[in-house]
């Protein structure tokens, strides 16, 4: 029963510099979110897949960001031109449906902790 | 759209005493509330949830929550902790009907000292 995994776990580049971020969800959820974790901070909604389709990018900061899950289970979170305010870690979660009652809890990964220098 | 506060950034507690962490909520619709733990380095993992039905929710880990409608409050607590418990607590609210952000707290780091 693997939850759900992250890739790469840590990411260092330089300003300017493309970034893939990679999530594996749970086996079988249709729902996939991603969060930012800014440090001292919550974490914060960018965007929500239900199947292949973004539901809701409502909390993607800016053009720069864009995510994508072309077969309805894995995800990439791309990010161009980074910039020194964009290090954070960035969460991954996943759940059964998007629908109400227990499909709502949503499943965390581990996160990948992203350093722009 | 809902907001979660959560007043102490810190609570420092002896091991063994109890704990109560706060959290108030707004929302102009009903919600589901959640208490997340998040050890070093590690990612959220669920402590306990209400979505309907019985105010008093019991999670992992001996924590316990209780809805209060009428203060918007989803306090967590614990009779004794342990220094295992040493962590960060997440609350959080989402509305209930379609799909709704989750939307988190700022956190309070719990320090369990011997």
């Known amino acids: 029963g693997a939850g759900v995994s992250q890739t790469p776990s840590n990411k260092v580049t330089e300003k300017g510099k493309y970034v893939e971020l990679r999530c594996d969800p749970i086996?079988?959820?249709?729902?996939l979110y991603w969060y930012r974790q800014s440090l001292g901070q919550g974490p914060e909604f960018l965007i929500y897949?239900?199947?292949?389709?973004?539901?809701?990018d409502s909390g993607l900061p800016n053009d720069r960001f864009f995510a994508v899950r072309p077969e309805g289970s894995v995800s990439t979170l791309k990010i161009q031109r980074t910039e020194r305010g964009d290090s954070a870690v960035y969460l991954c979660?996943?759940?059964?449906?998007?629908?109400?009652?227990?499909?709502?809890?949503?499943?965390f990964g581990p996160g990948t902790r992203l350093l722009v220098l | 759209a809902q907001s979660v506060t959560q007043l102490d950034s810190q609570v420092p507690v002896f091991e063994e005493a109890p704990v109560e962490l706060r959290c108030n909520y707004s929302s102009s619709v009903s919600v589901y509330l959640f208490w997340y733990v998040q050890y070093p380095n590690q990612g959220l993992q669920l402590l306990l949830k209400?979505?309907?039905?019985?105010?008093l929710v019991k999670g992992i880990n001996g924590f316990e929550a209780e809805f209060n409608k009428s203060q918007t409050s989803f306090h967590l607590r614990k009779p004794s902790v342990h220094i295992s418990d040493t962590a960060e607590y997440f609350c959080?609210?989402?509305?209930?009907?379609?799909?709704?952000?989750?939307?988190f707290g700022t956190g309070t780091r719990l320090l369990v000292s011997p």
């Open positions: 959080a609210v989402k509305g209930n009907t379609g799909f709704q952000k989750l939307v």
């Open positions: 897949f239900q199947g292949t389709g973004a539901a809701d």
């Open positions: 209400y979505l309907s039905g019985s105010t």
């Open positions: 086996s079988g959820h249709t729902a």
């Open positions: 979660a996943s759940s059964l449906g998007g629908g109400s009652g227990r499909q709502e809890t949503q499943y």
